[in-house]
């Protein structure tokens, strides 16, 4: 799989401020919406074949995979059943039916992917008496979906790019990246599994760690 240089990825704080009744689109960190720092060539690879190429990206605000028109309009494309692969600049993207696109971070027999996406980490709202309530690490996604282009909120919020990682079988099905999932993916070879595991320690939230793990994966035999 090609790799992009650094430079064309959006490099993104770790935690972002959006103040009340603050505009995404006039935010600090407004460029830090997307994937990457620019509109890429790209094009989507439908059962009917593929499709022309435009500059596109991925939102990752509103899960949205955009693409420029010969007008230079930002456009949407829409999330069908037609619609199998989504390629941005060299990375590929999924669209799980259940989850939304899924960026594949590594090709191989049992497929690495991840999920990025807005989380809000802390809450500030005002009440009328003048004071604030706070709700720290509240881990819902953040509710300000759908245009993304004109979303503002009523609260002081304090967000961060969430990274959820998933396997991907044959099947192009996607299984969240847990033990759990292994165990499903893999029932012959569950005590392998469950020694593997213990000995490296394995993080299933680091992404080096599920490299490791993907390629031990892939010299077993999958359950049928």
Wanted: net charge positive; proline share 5%.
């Amino acid at each position: 799989m090609t790799c992009l240089t650094p430079s064309a990825i959006a490099q993104a704080p770790a935690t972002l401020r959006l103040k009340p009744g603050e505009d995404i689109r006039a935010s600090a960190w407004r460029d830090s919406l997307y994937r990457f720092s620019s509109f890429l060539e790209g094009q989507a690879i439908f059962t009917s074949g593929p499709s022309p190429k435009y500059k596109m990206n991925y939102n990752v605000l509103s899960g949205d995979i955009e693409f420029l028109n010969p007008k230079g309009d930002t456009m949407v494309l829409k999330k069908t059943p037609e619609v199998k692969l989504v390629m941005v600049g060299g990375h590929v993207f999924f669209l799980e039916p259940a989850q939304g696109y899924i960026e594949i971070l590594i090709q191989q027999q049992l497929a690495l992917g991840v999920k990025k996406e807005f989380v809000i980490v802390r809450k500030d709202v005002e009440v009328s008496n003048g004071y604030t309530t706070s709700s720290d690490n509240t881990g819902a996604v953040v509710a300000y979906r759908g245009n993304s282009r004109s979303i503002s909120s009523n609260a002081d919020l304090l967000v961060r790019v969430n990274n959820s990682y998933f396997f991907i079988d044959q099947k192009n099905e996607a299984h969240p990246a847990t033990k759990a999932s292994l165990m499903k993916l893999f029932p012959d070879d569950r005590d392998k599994l469950k020694t593997y595991l213990k000995e490296q320690h394995t993080d299933f939230k680091q992404k080096d760690d599920l490299a490791k793990v993907l390629t031990f994966c892939n010299g077993l035999s999958p359950g049928k």
